[in-house]
């Protein structure tokens, strides 16, 4: 768990519920942002201006990312941030595959000249030695905003009043969706609360049934592992009905094969999958099966 210290009081990320669209409420209640698909982080920065990254998981990041070491000189003030670390593709859209790609480089330094990173702010949690998480996120905002930014190694991210609008825009712009957030909410530590929701933009389509990984500890469900045009496509979680869970089972069994802790099947059966994006080499996340159709006569 990502955990920061104020004082004696350790500080965990506050969490957002799930939506399909923005809130319909009275005008000036909420607020919008865009969400950022990275890795969530804590950033603090001390009262000697030396900058600390804790992950979700309280890895220490600073090493693998040493452009956020700026934060210190430029903000020139003792805080503690949250915000999401990106690294963007070449137009400009957040990309999974080269944040990964920065985090394991055994170079950091050398990798960070032609991959750099970003951290963008959605909060502030302390300054100088004072803590915010009790004030309403319209306080919290304006600190927030009146923070030096360096620039392209940290930024605070844009709120609009408009989420419909800010919706339609991530979508063109191939962003993950919105966060909404109430206006006067308080910041609470390490609970998902209706305070804030995440809105992701949906994506789906059918894709091939080409294995079926059992049950484990990584995969408490099980997981169906996918193709599109036989090219490997990852795996999906399952929200299927009876019926079609009953399908599933009547398909693996006849045509599955055991390879290690992986059953094959052969392709034609396929399932409709709801997923959050897709990597440059095609795989799925946050992947959701909701239907099934049969192999055909032929096909598998």
């Given at each position: 768990?990502?955990?920061?210290?104020?004082?004696?009081?350790?500080?965990?990320?506050?969490?957002?519920?799930?939506?399909?669209?923005?809130?319909?409420?009275?005008?000036?209640?909420?607020?919008?942002?865009?969400?950022?698909?990275?890795?969530?982080?804590?950033?603090?920065?001390?009262?000697?201006?030396?900058?600390?990254?804790?992950?979700?998981?309280?890895?220490?990041?600073?090493?693998?990312?040493?452009?956020l070491a700026a934060m210190g000189a430029t903000i020139g003030r003792s805080v503690v941030l949250d915000g999401e670390i990106v690294a963007l593709d070449g137009d400009g859209r957040p990309s999974y595959d080269r944040l990964a790609a920065r985090l394991y480089a055994s170079r950091p330094e050398r990798v960070a000249r032609a991959t750099p990173v970003t951290f963008v702010a959605f909060d502030v949690l302390q300054?100088?030695?004072?803590?915010?998480?009790?004030?309403?996120?319209?306080?919290?905002?304006?600190?927030?905003?009146?923070?030096?930014?360096?620039?392209?190694?940290?930024?605070?991210?844009?709120?609009?009043?408009?989420?419909?609008?800010?919706?339609?825009?991530?979508?063109?712009?191939?962003?993950?969706?919105?966060?909404?957030?109430?206006?006067?909410?308080?910041?609470?530590?390490?609970?998902?609360?209706?305070?804030?929701?995440?809105?992701?933009?949906?994506?789906?389509?059918?894709?091939?049934?080409?294995?079926?990984?059992?049950?484990?500890?990584?995969?408490?469900?099980?997981?169906?592992?996918?193709?599109?045009?036989?090219?490997?496509?990852?795996?999906?979680?399952?929200?299927?009905?009876?019926?079609?869970?009953?399908?599933?089972?009547?398909?693996?069994?006849?045509?599955?094969?055991?390879?290690?802790?992986?059953?094959?099947?052969?392709?034609?059966?396929?399932?409709?999958?709801?997923?959050?994006?897709?990597?440059?080499?095609?795989?799925?996340?946050?992947?959701?099966?909701?239907?099934?159709?049969?192999?055909?006569?032929?096909?598998?």
């Amino acid at each position: 768990m990502l955990t920061a210290t104020l004082g004696a009081m350790k500080l965990t990320p506050m969490l957002a519920s799930w939506a399909t669209s923005v809130p319909e409420v009275d005008e000036g209640e909420w607020i919008y942002e865009p969400k950022w698909d990275g890795l969530r982080a804590l950033v603090r920065i001390d009262d000697d201006l030396k900058v600390r990254v804790l992950s979700r998981r309280g890895q220490a990041l600073s090493r693998p990312l040493p452009e956020l070491a700026a934060m210190g000189a430029t903000i020139g003030r003792s805080v503690v941030l949250d915000g999401e670390i990106v690294a963007l593709d070449g137009d400009g859209r957040p990309s999974y595959d080269r944040l990964a790609a920065r985090l394991y480089a055994s170079r950091p330094e050398r990798v960070a000249r032609a991959t750099p990173v970003t951290f963008v702010a959605f909060d502030v949690l302390q300054v100088d030695g004072e803590p915010l998480i009790d004030q309403p996120w319209w306080l919290r905002r304006d600190v927030l905003t009146g923070l030096a930014w360096p620039g392209g190694a940290a930024v605070a991210t844009m709120a609009s009043d408009d989420g419909d609008a800010l919706a339609s825009a991530t979508a063109r712009l191939g962003l993950e969706g919105v966060m909404c957030k109430r206006r006067r909410a308080r910041y609470v530590c390490g609970r998902r609360t209706g305070a804030w929701i995440k809105v992701k933009h949906p994506h789906a389509g059918w894709f091939d049934v080409v294995g079926w990984r059992p049950e484990s500890k990584s995969h408490p469900q099980g997981a169906l592992v996918l193709a599109d045009e036989e090219r490997p496509a990852g795996t999906a979680t399952m929200a299927l009905s009876p019926e079609h869970r009953f399908v599933l089972a009547q398909f693996v069994e006849r045509h599955g094969a055991q390879y290690g802790p992986l059953i094959r099947v052969p392709h034609g059966a396929q399932v409709r999958v709801h997923y959050g994006e897709r990597s440059p080499r095609g795989f799925v996340r946050d992947a959701i099966a909701h239907e099934i159709r049969p192999a055909l006569p032929g096909s598998a």
